[in-house]
T-cell receptor, first 118, second 112 residues
Framework: EPEVTQTPSHQVTQMGQEVILRCVPI?????FYWYRQILGQKVEFLVS????????KSEIFDDQFSVERPDGSNFTLKIRSTKLEDSAMYFC????????????????FGPGTRLTVL | GQNIDQPTEMTATEGAIVQINCTYQ??????LFWYQQHAGEAPTFLSY????GLEEKGRFSSFLSRSKGYSYLLLKELQMKDSASYLC?????????????FGSGTKLNVKP
């Protein structure tokens, strides 16, 4: 069964360093998302991406964050200068496009990347 | 602002029925989602409601009342593997535009 994959599973970095989190969405999906979940807290939406551009972003997604679809399979989240409070689990998700427009409602989540900022 | 409320924790017995409530106040509404999240794992999609009423899917059902800003997830014939957190999420946006707000989740403990 197709699944969303994410690498690495765990990333440790020093404060102020740049990190790139990688995701491979399900191959025929066209809508992509990043979420984060600080340990013990709720899932927070970061950004949605469609047709090679951001369609929505949250207040968390400031200038330190960027997303990219560098090729036909990868979807990346870059944090330019990490802060201690960026430590969290980052989930990528994807959903399929409807032929009539929009997306199906089921999002498929990847297993997550645990980011630890020291 | 956006506000989604769920009970923090619930306990139920194997074989029983449990109802997990969610109330929301969001600036826009284009559907309410329920996800299951086992500890240390990613959320998995359970159900979606955009119109008022009940959606049934096997042992799980979800209800929505848009006028009341209220939803519930009903789990029947509880099994031990149903012990997990259940997340309520609201989508704000149309078609290509998707922005989501999650509740803090309800941790369900199923006991024998």
């Amino acid at each position: 069964e197709p699944e969303v994959t994410q690498t690495p599973s765990h990333q440790v970095t020093q404060m102020g360093q740049e990190v790139i989190l990688r995701c491979v969405p399900i191959s025929n999906h066209l809508y992509f998302y990043w979420y984060r979940q600080i340990l013990g807290q709720k899932v927070e939406f970061l950004v949605s991406f469609y047709n090679n551009e951001i369609s929505e972003k949250s207040e968390i997604f400031d200038d330190q964050f960027s997303v990219e679809r560098p090729d036909g399979s990868n979807f990346t989240l870059k944090i330019r200068s990490t802060k201690l409070e960026d430590s969290a689990m980052y989930f990528c998700a994807s959903s399929e496009a409807r032929r009539t427009g929009g997306t199906y409602n089921e999002q498929f989540f990847g297993p997550g990347t645990r980011l630890t900022v020291l | 602002g956006q506000n989604i409320d769920q009970p923090t924790e619930m306990t139920a017995t194997e074989g029983a029925i449990v109802q997990i409530n969610c109330t929301y106040q969001t600036s826009g509404f284009n559907g309410l989602f329920w996800y299951q999240q086992h500890a240390g794992e990613a959320p998995t999609f359970l159900s979606y409601n955009v119109l008022d009423g009940l959606e049934e899917k096997g042992r799980f059902s979800s209800f929505l009342s848009r006028s009341k800003g209220y939803s519930y997830l009903l789990l029947k014939e509880l099994q031990m593997k149903d012990s997990a957190s259940y997340l309520c999420a609201v989508r704000d946006g149309l078609y290509n535009f998707n922005k989501f707000y999650f509740g803090s989740g309800t941790k369900l403990n199923v006991k024998p």
